[in-house]
């Protein structure tokens, strides 16, 4: 397994630090001695995300308490990288030049950021225990993506080699590596990254502006529905915001004038502004209130820009990983 070498307490560790808010994970991680950073940024670099009652359990055993509504928390390689330099500042060279040579140096590195799609088209074919060393070394998730693609034979064979495998031989594990590296030579090198579909649409049309946006919808929605319904479950747009976990909103207001929450507010629903306003000090509220209420008759056009605004500072919070939006399935929790 890719994370043999680090210890289920490190990884505990790292899962923390994930959920923490940057700022205050570095400050911790700079409290570790050497060997302790390393180990800790390369657990948090192997892991791209970890779900909230993941999340749950390793806080709950750390202090004690249920802490609530929590969402994914971010990892990866920059994630680490992030981390280890807020924590060590000018000290921190050496370990990031440590913490990237391990991470190259892992069996199946080159498969780290590989489409699970991709993956599964070159080894589809290959034996059942190839299969399961491959997913026993790649993130959980792309694991899981490459399983659930299998024909259900093949998948109850590779499940039954994962539960059984031990220490595998790495000479045995070298020449897996070797072979399937030769075979994606010409594209396992990059990043996979898929063009166009409905996804597509859904990130273009999320930054566009509000009119636009309803002129295609409105359009598209006449000839296909369906098409139009499955463009909006992968859209986020403002009041989506009201589906956001409670520090994420918190983190939202940090990063938006109160000036453009009055404008933006005034077009939203009951639901958004209740949010919002819980998530302030009462003052700061009762402030806001007063300067919707000044604020008299507005555009909709201004409402819906300034809006777009907010929507965003979200979508740079999410990839900046400060923030994670709510998944679709993610988002059911939310409705009241």
Not at 75 to 101: F, H, I, P, Y
């Amino acid at each position: 397994m890719t994370v043999s070498l680090i210890s289920e307490g490190v990884k505990k560790s790292a899962v923390l630090l994930m959920a923490l808010e940057e700022d205050d994970a570095a400050l911790l991680l700079s409290k570790l001695p050497p060997r302790q950073v390393e180990l800790v940024s390369l657990a948090i670099a192997q892991m791209e995300e970890v779900a909230g009652e993941d999340q749950e359990k390793v806080i709950t055993e750390f202090f004690g308490g249920q802490p609530s509504s929590l969402s994914h928390a971010a990892g990866g390689l920059e994630r680490a990288k992030n981390l280890v330099k807020k924590a060590l500042g000018k000290d921190a060279t050496e370990m990031l030049s440590v913490l990237q040579q391990t991470i190259e140096s892992l069996p199946f590195a080159f498969l780290q950021k590989a489409d699970p799609q991709n993956i599964l088209s070159f080894i589809l074919d290959e034996h059942p225990q190839t299969i399961a060393v491959v997913i026993c070394h790649v993130p959980p998730a792309t694991g899981a993506a490459i399983l659930n693609g299998l024909p259900q034979p093949k998948q109850l064979a590779v499940i039954r080699r994962i539960a059984e495998m031990g220490q595998t031989n790495p000479e045995a594990i070298e020449e897996i590596e070797h072979a399937l590296e030769r075979r994606l030579s010409m594209v396992a090198s990059q990043s996979f990254r898929k063009a166009g579909g409905v996804p597509a649409v859904a990130e273009i049309l999320n930054v566009t502006d509000r009119a636009t946006e309803r002129v295609v919808l409105e359009s598209l929605g006449k000839e296909s529905p369906e098409l139009v319904e499955e463009i909006r479950r992968l859209m986020f747009v403002f009041e989506d915001i009201s589906k956001l976990a409670d520090k994420d909103i918190q983190l939202l207001l940090k990063n938006v004038e109160t000036a453009q929450w009055a404008m933006a507010l005034k077009g939203a629903t009951a639901n958004l502004q209740e949010k919002i306003m819980r998530n302030m000090s009462q003052r700061a509220a009762e402030m806001l209130k007063e300067e919707m209420e000044f604020l008299g008759k507005v555009k909709v056009s201004e409402v819906e820009a300034v809006q777009q605004k907010i929507v965003d500072v979200v979508r740079s919070l999410e990839e900046s990983g400060q923030l994670a939006r709510p998944t679709s399935d993610a988002e059911e929790e939310f409705i009241s």
